[in-house]
């Protein structure tokens, strides 16, 4: 029996499709939507794993609040040598060290997917041991496996998993991200491992009600990738995808932005004791809270030192707290929640108070409209792409399936209703209507056994 396993940036979940109807089990109880599974991991010193909700739960119980204590290590001897020929060798020593976080207890880690798209990421050191990316991803795909297998109570080794359009840009490094994927699939204990492209699988479950045939288009819009199809469904006859178009842009990207609003808080356009502009690089940081925890590392003590004395000392103590005292996960995880209230409202606020740091902010949906224009564009210009590949026009698009959490933010959805027109826009579960359909595909494929 095939499952149905999407693998997301940000949130995970399986289903089962039997006896003609879609079946999703619990796999996160302490999440809001508990048949999905945030993709998230914390391994503690002494490598206690937890995933999804306790994952989180464990980092902000642990880490968060707490000032980073560096110190440096010798990791060893590295021995260098450098000749022309064998008679004049000259051998160089050199010690290697590296800079430890002694204090920490655990290491989060989120949006693990987005490492498939980078050739020269292997894996990381997490304290004493080095996981590759493959283990990585195992370790959540091999949660999902042992919790649907207590649900159903049998063995689970056949599975197909969603995959995006593109992995990256690059053809020999997406065509490397897809092998480290069924890798991933194997060390977790699936045997028989299918791909089916994400927006496909978003088509399938569409495809089994639809009674005629029809042209549609799904825009899967999720936490790390926009990924599109055009494919023809309904009727009798299967699906047929007519065009493909992946770009790098997900709901990350989004929430990332929405911290640019704050950098007046963190002494934007201040001047150094010297009187020289506070670094931008500083700021280029922020949008990732792994980055802010580098800004903690002593090397950049001096500069924050020079720019107590300067122009904003208030705005730079703002910025101090909120890296020394690791609270970038949890601003940006207020950000994202910010960023989904304002697909529901006109403003929201945001109101932070943790740790000495108080932020208040309104922010209005326009404004954040603003910020992301140049990825509204960018969207824009993809559909574009898209519909190019297929050889249609936009009213030969009978449906548009939008999928994928960003899939609901409104400047989107209004970039395809004045497209394709607003009727022509379906209701369907963002967070489950890709693993619905990559669990249809698995039901043919069992059958077909």
Known sequence: MFVGLDFGTSNSSVGIFQDNRLQLYKLDSANVNPYVMPSYTYITRDQQIFVGVEAVQKFLEQETGRRPRWERRNLGVLEMTVASDVSDAITYYDDITVEIDVAAQGRLLQSIKTGLRDPKYGGTQVFERYYTIEELIAILLRQLREKIEREINQPVWQVVIGRPVKYADDEETDTRAQQKMLEAARLAGFKDVVFELEPVGGAYLYHQQSRQREKIMVFDFG???????????????????????????????????????????????????????????????????????????????????????GSDPDGIQRLETLINQKLGFQLLRDLDQLKISLSKDYYAWLDFNREGLLLKELILRSRFEELIQQDVERVDRAVDELLKKSGLHNGQIQAVLRTGGSSEIPIFINLLAERFGLEKMKNIDPLTTVVGGLAVKGHELSTAV
């Open 223 to 309: 936490g790390g990738t926009l990924d599109m199809t055009v494919v023809e469904v309904g009727g009798s006859q299967p699906p047929l995808t007519i065009a493909t178009h992946g770009v790098l842009l997900g709901g990350d990207d989004l929430t990332a932005a929405l911290m640019r609003k704050l950098f007046h808080f963190f002494g934007e356009n201040s001047r150094m004791a010297d009187g020289l502009p506070f670094p931008a690089h500083i700021f280029s940081m922020l949008y990732s809270w792994q980055n802010m925890v580098e800004l903690s590392r002593p090397q950049f003590a001096p500069i924050f030192k020079s720019a107590r004395e």
